[in-house]
């Protein structure tokens, strides 16, 4: 079975009219124990992240986050069968109530942000003596080849406490606006990535705080905000 989302049992489940992963529709059901219900289907033979399995997972999350607490299953939960799913809801009944109602009415965003390597390596030469001594030392080659490793360590250190610096205080900045906040690995060119936990009635006003930190930072970064999304991030 293909396992969608944990929800409480007197939910709505309106689930008329949605696709399912790996098929087309019609083959949506709930798996009721207590009061808990876990929304499936059957597991497609191929499972593999396609666009539109992944639109018919987070559409059928955003449904059910329409009408109530969720617990929404990243893409790809497997069970063996529906009595398997059962079960885990009879053993976990407690953990996965308190987890819905600390969820109720909230929503995830998350935000990843970048700055330019350039301006990044600009401010550390135009701030530290040893980094602009070392730079001029190995320019055009010369200097020697301990010179040069102390050069890049030593840019690599500030690069990444200035990194730090920054991640802080942005979430710092939009902490106050969410019920709690969880940082993930940063990409390859990101300084941050982190994911927000809001209450879906301040949801608005955490997009126009967003923004406005995008809009002070300013040119050399880039801020990319997405939400209101499944609260991924918080439901485990």
Request: charged share 25%.
């Amino acid at each position: 079975m293909y396992v969608y989302a944990i929800t409480g049992s007197d939910h709505p489940l309106r689930l008329d009219g949605l696709r399912t992963v790996g098929g087309i529709g019609g083959s949506l059901s709930a798996v009721v124990r207590g009061g808990l219900a876990a929304v499936v289907s059957p597991a497609p033979s191929e499972l593999r992240p396609k666009r539109r399995d992944l639109t018919a997972h987070q559409e059928l999350q955003e449904r059910l986050m329409a009408d109530g607490a969720v617990l929404p299953m990243r893409f790809g939960m497997l069970a063996p069968d529906s009595a398997s799913v059962g079960r885990a809801l009879e053993e976990k009944s407690e953990e996965y109530t308190r987890r819905l109602a600390e969820l109720h009415g909230t929503t995830e965003f998350n935000l990843k942000a970048a700055r330019a390597q350039d301006d990044l390596l600009r401010e550390v030469l135009s701030e530290s003596e040893e980094a602009r001594r070392l730079n001029e030392l190995t320019r055009d080659g010369n200097g020697t080849h301990e010179d040069r490793v102390a050069l890049g360590e030593l840019l690599a250190r500030q690069v990444d406490a200035r990194q730090r610096l920054l991640a802080g205080q942005v979430v710092q900045q939009l902490a106050g606006l969410a019920r709690a906040s969880v940082e993930g690995a940063p990409a390859k060119d990101d300084f941050l990535n982190v994911s927000f936990l809001v209450a879906r009635a301040h949801a608005h006003e955490f997009t126009e705080a967003g923004q406005r930190l995008a809009r002070d930072f300013g040119e050399g970064y880039d801020f990319r905000l997405r939400g209101p999304l499944p609260p991924y991030s918080f439901a485990a």
